[in-house]
């Protein structure tokens, strides 16, 4: 399971054990996954009393309506899953950062051995690790 979660988050390689990579996910999806739970809470609970309303107002069939809320679900899971990867991505780069492990904090390039404190992948100007 752990090579299938460092395929999707390469960031994880670079951590010093399989041990510490494990933590560092669990303590960086552990936020995102809290945050997606609260959010998906709300939409349900609006798509659930606003459910009446839009059927009232536009005068929709049902079907009509069920199938727009499918794909609206499935739109918003799609994004919801691009989001969480962004920021998994930036909380395992931040976590690996803290541990003396330079790595740019937006393309995840390894910024070990650089002279300049600009990032040959991206171009992102970065504080060099103390
Ligand atoms: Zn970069």
């Not at 798509?47 to 536009?58: C, D, E, M, Y």
């Not at 009509?64 to 499935?74: I, N, P, S």
């Not at 937006?106 to 992102?124: T, V």
Request: one cysteine or more; proline letters at 4%.
């Amino acid at each position: 399971m752990m090579r299938c979660y460092m395929w999707v988050f390469p960031e994880l390689r670079r951590f010093a054990s399989v041990r510490e990579s494990k933590i560092a996910l669990h303590k960086a999806a552990g936020r995102v996954y809290l945050a997606g739970y609260f959010i998906g809470c709300s939409l349900l609970a609006v798509l659930a009393g606003g459910w009446r309303v839009i059927q009232s107002h536009t005068g929709l069939p049902e079907l009509v309506l069920m199938g727009l809320g499918v794909a609206v679900a499935g739109v918003g899971g799609c994004f919801g899953v691009w989001l969480g990867r962004k920021r998994i991505c930036l909380l395992l780069r931040n976590q690996l950062n803290d541990q003396g492990i330079p790595v740019c904090t937006r393309c995840g390039y390894d910024l070990r051995c650089l002279r300049d404190n600009r990032c040959p992948e991206c171009g992102d100007i970065f504080e060099p690790l103390a």
